[in-house]
């Protein structure tokens, strides 16, 4: 996270709706030979105090978790190069600005008898997103290849003890030079680069 103050003013609430709607992150958690690291989809609770997500049993992580372990899943969002000579401005240097949004807590194996309501939960909040579709559920599955594919499964939850979330978007830059930048964006370096300008645009809270 950036420890400029003016880059993580965004409310608990606005990070969790973040993180929430993205549902997609880097999970890591430290481990006797160094960090351990995998790439998750999960689904936050309605009260933002757990995630929910799984991993194939043979995962690193999986499989050091006889206990649990302090954890972070880290969401990232829209992105971009700033050149300096956007803000038309003098002494200024190159820069990146993103957004990103940190769940720490407590990483564990949850009870394997959760696994087949959580894989329910988890397509149906993805598949209810797609438009013109009828969502995919899993009695799409015959038993056999259910009972097959949940065997290489966990399901696990991360308890929620904290929420980090970092929105650097030229807040630290006046208006008028913000503005500047937010419109060469487009044309520029970066993921989403049509949101990470609207969120420049935005007025600072």
């Known amino acids: 996270m950036h420890p400029n103050p003016a880059f993580r003013d965004a409310t608990n609430e606005q990070n969790l709706s973040f993180a929430r709607e993205r549902a997609f992150g880097t999970l890591a958690i430290n481990a006797d030979d160094g960090p351990l690291i995998s790439h998750v989809p999960f689904i936050i609770s309605n009260d933002g105090t757990s995630a929910e997500l799984h991993l194939v049993r043979s995962n690193p992580i999986a499989r050091a978790l006889t206990t649990s372990r302090p954890a972070v899943i880290a969401v990232t969002g829209a992105d971009c190069y700033i050149s300096p000579d956007w803000y038309e401005t003098p002494d200024m240097v190159p820069t990146w600005n993103y957004v990103s949004v940190h769940l720490r807590g407590r990483l564990e194996l949850a009870d394997p008898a959760s696994l087949r309501d ?54 630290n830059r006046d208006q008028v030079a913000r503005l500047r930048a937010a419109e060469q964006v487009q044309n520029g370096i970066g993921h989403e680069l049509a949101e990470i300008a609207r969120l420049m645009t935005k007025p600072p809270a």
Request: aromatic share 6%; charged share 25%.
């Open 118 to 171: 959580l894989l329910i939960r988890q397509s149906a909040a993805f598949e209810n997103r797609l438009p013109n579709k009828a969502p995919w559920t899993m009695d799409k599955l015959t038993d056999a290849q259910a009972a097959k594919l949940m065997r290489m499964i966990l399901p696990l939850r991360l308890t929620i003890d904290s929420v980090d979330g970092t929105w650097k978007l030229g807040q």
